[in-house]
């Protein structure tokens, strides 16, 4: 069982800056994307950014170049850089992986998500 443990979420004004992070119990490396979700009240989960094994890194349009994902392999920790926060940020972030079992059947794993709020 893999866990997942997000910190980093905070009351930010908007315009603030976050950097939230996610420690894992297993090696990075094992997973095939480590991703950044969100969840605002009374909507869906949305994908926010996404970053595979290889490095290759995705973004939901609004979050576009005010938000970047990396990951520590050393540290088996996965981060999300938030710039330029706006009122819409706020949501619940949760960390995610997904990869794939020896025996060929996939696996995700969810943390319990880090509260982000942007008001002023």
């Known amino acids: 069982q893999v866990q997942l443990v997000e910190s980093g979420g905070a009351l930010v004004q908007p315009g603030g800056s976050l950097r939230l992070s996610c420690v894992t119990t297993e090696r990075i490396l094992s997973f095939n994307t480590m991703n950044w979700y969100r969840q605002a009240p009374g909507k869906e989960r949305d994908l926010v950014a996404a970053?595979?094994?290889?490095?290759?890194?995705n973004y939901a349009d609004s979050v576009k170049g005010r938000f970047t994902i990396s990951r520590d392999n050393a540290k088996n920790s996965l981060y999300l850089q938030m710039i330029n926060l706006k009122p819409e940020d706020t949501a619940v972030y949760y960390c995610?992986?997904?990869?794939?079992?020896?025996?060929?059947?996939?696996?995700?794993?969810w943390g319990r998500g880090t509260q982000v709020t942007v008001s002023s």
């Open positions: 970053i595979s094994v290889h490095g290759n890194t």
């Open positions: 995610n992986v997904k990869g794939v079992q020896v025996s060929g059947r996939p696996y995700e794993y």
